[in-house]
T-cell receptor
Framework: DQQVKQNSPSLSVQEGRISILNCDYTNSMFDYFLWYKKYPAEGPTFLISISSIKDKNEDGRFTVFLNKSAKHLSLHIVPSQPGDSAVYFCAARAQDNQAGTALIFGKGTTLSVSS | ETGVTQTPRHLVMGMTNKKSLKCEQHLGHNAMYWYKQSAKKPLELMFVYNFKEQTENNSVPSRFSPECPNSSHLFLHLHTLQPEDSALYLC?????????????FGAGTRLSVL
């Protein structure tokens, strides 16, 4: 059973508008959540993270919101740019993971930003 | 350039071949990881090494054999693979210890097993 779920395989947005990517999780032991972006023929690159003790983290055009009671997080990109078109992965780290830093990933959401 | 280099970028092998994937990181990290990404599935953790010691083997078949000779290099030795092992294999590295310990990924090796 998937512990990290990205239920929308794709999202299309116009340039300048807001992109909202969603992620749900089931394991209440996750202590950090991360978003990665992946372009074709490249590995995932880190975008932004949030600790489970926070409810918001902002970095430039990117903001991640965490709702622990709903076990839900979202990534907001404002304003969206054509260069943001990529696959976005939500990932979580379990606090009790013996390996310490292994991440559990969702399946990803493909974002397309049109100009 | 993420500081994590994987070679080769593409590999085609038969089911009876033996090949190795290589990963090298120049970030001074102490943890290294192998992930597998199959079509329409999430990235699956395969192995974790911390300070050259394997700390996790995520129920990976023995036809995949990892090796970590030092904190900068990680190998994945492959033999008698099956066609369903065709996938993108990603290597990552991160610091160890407390904190979020962001993982940095290589570009991956696209493996095709015939």
């Amino acid at each position: 059973d998937q512990q990290v779920k990205q239920n929308s395989p794709s999202l299309s947005v116009q340039e300048g508008r807001i992109s909202i990517l969603n992620c749900d999780y089931t394991n209440s032991m996750f202590d950090y959540f991360l978003w990665y972006k992946k372009y074709p023929a490249e590995g995932p690159t880190f975008l932004i993270s949030i600790s489970s003790i926070k409810d918001k983290n902002e970095d430039g055009r990117f903001t991640v919101f965490l709702n622990k009671s709903a076990k839900h997080l979202s990534l907001h990109i404002v304003p969206s740019q054509p260069g943001d078109s990529a696959v976005y992965f939500c990932a979580a780290r379990a606090q009790d993971n013996q390996a310490g830093t292994a991440l559990i990933f969702g399946k990803g959401t493909t974002l397309s930003v049109s100009s | 350039e993420t500081g994590v280099t994987q070679t080769p970028r593409h590999l085609v092998m038969g089911m009876t071949n033996k090949k190795s994937l290589k990963c090298e990181q120049h970030l001074g990290h102490n943890a290294m990881y192998w992930y597998k990404q199959s079509a329409k599935k999430p990235l699956e953790l395969m192995f974790v090494y911390n300070f050259k010691e394997q700390t996790e083997n995520n129920s990976v078949p023995s036809r995949f054999s990892p090796e970590c000779p030092n904190s900068s290099h990680l190998f994945l030795h492959l033999h008698t693979l099956q066609p369903e092992d065709s996938a993108l294999y990603l290597c990552a590295s991160s610091p160890s210890g407390a904190g979020v310990n962001i993982q940095y990924f290589g570009a991956g090796t696209r493996l095709s097993v015939l």
